[in-house]
């Protein structure tokens, strides 16, 4: 997706997440925001590009856990005030659930998918981190969604992921799961084609195409 | 510069290493007390958090208000408990040191550092309670989007029902004074009046009908304001003649003075109107039979004061605060035992709003009230004058 962000810009938002300056941040994209840029933009070429290469800082022992740890909890704040704007589109009867696995406690991106959804007018259901299968499954009996999605940041919990992706099957046949996320990264998404109608989705592009094929096909029904 | 490579069996050399890391380099807080209290000496660590002078200084100093007492150096030397030594650091916050305390004859040698398994589960605690507030707060956003799309609802019904009703009513009332004009001479007096009942009753439900498409309309943010010029005596001129019978029919007597000199006014006359005409209604309603109401119109440093003084029964506190809230509950007792839904206020309210204005209230039960509003300097007109209008938020209370 081209951005209309500036590279400067970016560069101070960067800067200031590195130093856990939630004032600045905040600043920056109520500036974005003010000057109307699309959330789509402040999601991908701002919280989710920051986010990655703050995890490539980490992983390369340049920054401490304590300031990823922190970033994340200013992009979660940040989020909050970017989705004021994301949940008045007009809504349909369409819903999803999206939650990450059980013992997976990195939601950002989980979060900004379930954002996706709303703009597209479906109704969303986000569990957040660290969910268990039985209350998955116990919500997914109650809400009937047309979608799930289960997201997986960490490459060692694709195990948990396989094993809920089981559970789900045979509660739920029938009911499309998309999974993704950046475990995958290091491989295991030929996995998922042990399961039936499973879907892997590589970025939020993929995302839209297939909530607007939905939809589309909804529409001629 | 490349330090020459030592060697753990050079004991002098691991000695210097290790006391060089300990006492400039680790997190380790090392103090050295005199038998009294006052610090003797302390590391680069120490210093850093502590963030001051500390030679000499009490150690009772460095501690978090009201926790020194004589004993509390004997007490980390005792051996019952885990010394726990709370200070107060450079950024003002208070932090915990799990202290070894040493007694020497030249008084205490302390080694203090933090608890990092303590401080990984807290932060983990805080992250995992950050994550919970940010999924908390976007279910209370979805909540709200569809607490608007109930409140959007509720306007289309409200509109529509009134809309309805509306026909249906003026049926009643034209066959009802039809029947009045046609039978006049053949009508009992009993059945006169109950003829009249029907008319005074549909009147009432009509101004109802009025008052819901009214909230229907502003709610919806579709409230269209059409300025125009106008004095305040003929806005006065103009409210008279419309209230004037309700209160020549209890004998209350209506008065209105000016304070300073009133300008012209840029406003929407008929909405303008349509307030003060709210206000003075409620005055009579709540008046006393024979009573008085008196209008005042005010220039002042804030704006532009409208008021209108009654000696009725008077609002208690708790009521006040939701007169102008919609649908509140709180429903009004009038002069003659009937109670008012009360939506004229809310409408009242919305049309000042939307002049950039505010309505207020001042009551004393058993005394009277005094209702009003104030509208902006920016209502005064002047050649080629364009206000702002400020629409209110549709779906927004």
């Known amino acids: 997706m081209n951005t209309n962000i500036p590279t400067q810009v970016y560069q101070d938002y960067l800067t200031a997440l590195v130093g856990g300056d939630r004032s600045r941040c905040s600043l920056i994209v109520q500036n974005l925001m003010s000057s109307g840029t699309d959330v789509r933009d402040i999601f991908l070429n701002l919280f989710q590009r920051s986010l990655y290469d703050l995890g490539e800082l980490w992983e390369h022992h340049r920054i401490s856990v304590a300031v990823e740890h922190l970033a994340s909890a200013i992009t979660e704040r940040l989020l909050s005030m970017v989705e004021v704007d994301t949940f008045f589109t007009p809504h349909g009867d369409h819903s999803v659930i999206v939650a990450c696995i059980a013992d997976e406690f990195h939601q950002i991106g989980a979060r900004m998918v379930s954002d996706v959804f709303e703009l597209h007018g479906w109704n969303t259901h986000f569990l957040g981190a660290n969910t268990p299968v039985r209350d998955l499954i116990s919500l997914i009996k109650k809400k009937s969604p047309d979608f799930i999605v289960l997201s997986v940041s960490v490459y060692f919990n694709i195990p948990s992921l396989l094993s809920a992706l089981t559970e789900l099957r045979m509660s739920f046949p029938s009911i499309p799961i998309l999974a993704g996320g950046q475990a995958f990264r290091w491989g295991g998404v030929q996995l998922l084609s042990r399961y039936e109608n499973i879907r892997y989705i590589s970025d939020i592009d993929e995302l839209e195409q297939v909530i607007e094929a939905y939809d589309r096909e909804d529409r001629i029904a | 510069m490349t330090e020459k490579t030592g060697s753990l069996n050079e004991e002098r050399w691991f000695a210097e290493k290790t006391l060089d890391y300990l006492l400039h380099k680790s997190q380790v807080v090392l103090l050295l007390l005199a038998p009294s209290g006052e610090i003797i000496y302390a590391n680069t660590y120490a210093r850093a958090l502590l963030n001051r002078d500390t030679d000499g200084v009490h150690i009772s100093e460095f501690l978090i208000t009201g926790s020194w007492n004589d004993s509390l150096l ?308 002047s050649e080629n004058k364009d206000i702002q209008i400020q629409q209110p938020d549709s779906g927004k209370v």
């Open chain 2, 74 to 381: 004997a007490d980390w030397t005792s051996g019952d408990v885990t010394p726990i030594m709370n200070i107060r650091t450079h950024d003002d916050l208070p932090r915990t040191l799990y202290i070894t305390v040493y007694p020497t004859d030249a008084g205490y040698l302390i080694f203090g550092h933090s608890d990092s398994e303590e401080l990984h589960r807290l932060s983990k605690e805080v992250l995992g309670l950050n994550r919970e507030l940010g999924i908390l707060t976007r279910e209370l956003q979805v909540r709200n989007r569809e607490l608007a799309e109930l409140n959007r609802m509720k306007n289309q019904f409200l509109g529509m029902a009134a809309h309805d009703l509306r026909s249906p009513l003026s049926l009643i009332l034209n066959y009802t004074e039809f029947l009045m004009e046609d039978l006049q001479d053949n009508l009992s007096d009993e059945h006169r009046e109950f003829l009249q009942t029907i008319i005074t009753s549909a009147l009432d439900m009509k101004q109802v009908i009025a008052d819901f498409l009214d909230v229907s309309i502003i709610e919806s943010g579709h409230l269209m304001l059409n300025p125009g010029p106008i004095s305040f005596e003929t806005l006065m001129q103009e409210l008279l003649r419309k209230t004037g019978l309700s209160a020549e029919r209890r004998s209350i007597r209506i008065t209105w003075k000016t304070e300073g000199e009133m300008p012209t006014l840029y406003v929407d006359v008929g909405k303008i109107g349509q307030v003060l005409a709210n206000l003075v209604h409620n005055a009579i309603e709540y008046s006393p039979d024979q009573g008085e109401i008196e209008i005042l119109g005010q220039r002042t440093d804030t704006g532009i004061v409208f008021m209108v003084q009654d000696h009725g029964s008077g609002i208690s506190k708790e009521k006040q605060d939701k007169l102008f809230s919609e649908f509140s509950g709180t429903s009004m007792k009038k002069k003659n035992g009937e109670r008012s839904i009360g939506l004229g206020l809310i409408i009242s309210r919305k049309i000042v709003e939307a002049h950039g204005g505010s309505m207020f209230v001042e009551s004393t039960p058993d005394v009277g009230s005094k209702f009003g509003f104030i509208l902006p300097d920016s209502v005064i007109w």
